[in-house]
């Protein structure tokens, strides 16, 4: 006779296989039929009625397997690539609709909707709704019980949005302040623009909440002046606001890559930005940093980063990008003001990156053996002060990126930025900073380098610090 043992493993292995199966079956028919039947999702899975029910009493089991399965996949690896469109479909209703509230909820009250939402859900005694401040540091509530405290200390942050690592520490530090709480981030696009906590039992619903609520708060921003007050833990100059007006999503999830940017602000206020697109083709990023400070300073570099944009919508390449740029600084600041910038676009399939840069220090590629890279030691002059000859004819460089590898676009007020002794943060100092941080995500090696740039100030910055890294998926 035969051992029964291996029949037995066989037929357990079986099980799993018919239970994947219906699951994913199950989220593929209720995608296209919401309301399909369990007889229908048997079929389409290839298996008996009987067997369906084995594996979930009831279709209310199924439908729960199959939002598991769906969270599972949103909340999965950031390395893995971003779905073609057309693959998408909302499985299940959702315990919050965005258009709903965004077209009968006051922008101002959206999320206050949210909090209400969140306290109708079983197990929920009472919930708030936290935005991380500017600097990225403090959790400031947005909506909820005066019982919630009004700021928690945290970190991690990159500026006002939580990197998927930092999550954890977030977490620790929102119990630290209300024990017992529960936790949830609101995650779009690979980071979190908010956190919901709650007092009570988390479940799955309370995560399906917080994603629909993510959306509606970043689109109910456009609309009202209340999410970007709470974000200010003290007041901001012009300055600072047009800088703070200019920047985009400071965490991006891209097919290959991770990206992160971030400007952190110095005593006066300057010319600095940084700007993504994510576009067919390539992955455009640039910096830039305008002499001067203040309003001014600011001004500038809002129609410098007007010409970048304009640029890349004419089907313009780097170097076309940044004679636009050279000249429009010409005609709007004269020829006291000048900037430095580099300005790039990264192919996803070939992972080339390719760069003008003008200005003191050019790109730098964090190696996986960890050595430096200077892509550029010999820049073109800084925007502004260009030869005709040379702005109508900019070199264009190009670098593969390699798996493991990270790009590092870092302003002057970085490489220049001074401890309490005079020494300057320089080579040296990204060099040290990349090594603690290696084979992090892009987002993480952003948080080490501003890190170790704010460690070595005593007060504060002289100078705005800018920065973006690109880091390429190691597998």
């Keep these: 006779m035969a051992d029964p043992e291996p029949l037995s493993t066989s037929r357990r292995s079986d099980a799993r296989a018919n239970g994947t199966r219906i699951v994913e079956t199950a989220a593929d028919v209720l995608a296209r039929r919401p309301h399909a039947s369990t007889g229908e999702i048997a079929r389409a899975a290839g298996v008996g009625r009987s067997t369906l029910y084995r594996h979930f009493e009831t279709r209310e089991a199924l439908v729960a397997a199959v939002r598991r399965l769906a969270r ?44 209400a939402e969140a306290q109708r859900l079983d197990g929920v005694e009472s919930a708030a709704l936290y935005l991380a401040d500017l600097a990225g540091v403090v959790l400031r509530r947005l909506a909820g019980a005066s019982a919630f405290p009004l700021a928690i200390d945290i970190s991690g942050s990159i500026g006002t949005e ?35 906590v709650v007092v009570g039992a988390g479940n799955d619903l309370l995560h399906d909440l917080a994603r629909e609520a993510a959306a509606a708060l970043a689109l109910a921003d456009d609309y009202t002046d209340h999410m970007q007050t709470v974000r200010r833990s003290r007041a901001t100059s012009a300055a600072a606001e047009i800088q703070q007006n200019l920047l985009p999503p400071r965490i991006h999830r891209l097919n290959g890559a991770t990206l992160a940017g971030n400007v952190l602000p110095g005593y006066d206020i300057g010319g600095d930005w940084f700007d993504v697109a994510d576009n067919a083709d390539a992955v455009w990023l640039g910096v830039a940093d305008v002499t001067g400070s203040g309003p001014r300073a600011a001004g500038v570099a809002a129609v410098l980063l007007g010409a970048f944009r304009s640029g890349r919508h004419q089907g313009e390449g780097p170097a076309g990008v940044v004679a636009q740029m050279h000249e429009i600084l010409g005609a709007v600041a004269g020829a006291d003001t000048s900037a430095t910038t580099t300005i790039g676009s990264w192919n996803p399939t070939t992972s080339v990156f390719r760069w003008v840069c003008c200005g003191a220090h050019g790109p730098v590629v964090a190696r996986a053996d960890g050595e430096l890279e200077i892509l550029d030691a010999a820049p073109a002059p800084a925007l502004g002060t260009l030869p005709p000859d040379v702005a109508a004819q900019l070199p264009v460089r190009a670098r593969r990126l390699l798996p493991g590898e990270r790009l590092v676009l870092l302003s002057d007020g970085g490489y220049d930025s001074l401890d309490v002794g005079g020494a300057v943060f320089g080579m040296d100092g990204l060099h040290a900073a990349l090594t603690t941080s290696a084979g992090a995500s892009a987002a993480a090696t952003v948080h080490a380098i501003e890190h170790a740039i704010c460690a070595r100030v005593a007060d504060h910055l002289e100078d705005d610090v800018t920065l973006v890294v690109l880091a390429p998926h190691t597998a």
């Design 72 to 115: 599972e996949q949103a909340d999965a690896d950031e390395q893995q690539s971003l779905r073609p469109a057309g693959e998408l479909a909302n499985t299940l209703a959702t315990p919050l609709s965005v258009p709903e509230v965004l077209n009968k909820v006051a922008p101002y009250d959206v999320a206050q909707q949210i909090v």
């Design 162 to 196: 939580l990197p998927r690592e930092a999550y954890p520490r977030v977490a620790q530090d929102v119990a630290g302040a209300v024990p017992g709480a529960v936790v949830t981030p609101l995650a779009l696009r690979g980071r979190a623009v908010g956190v919901l």
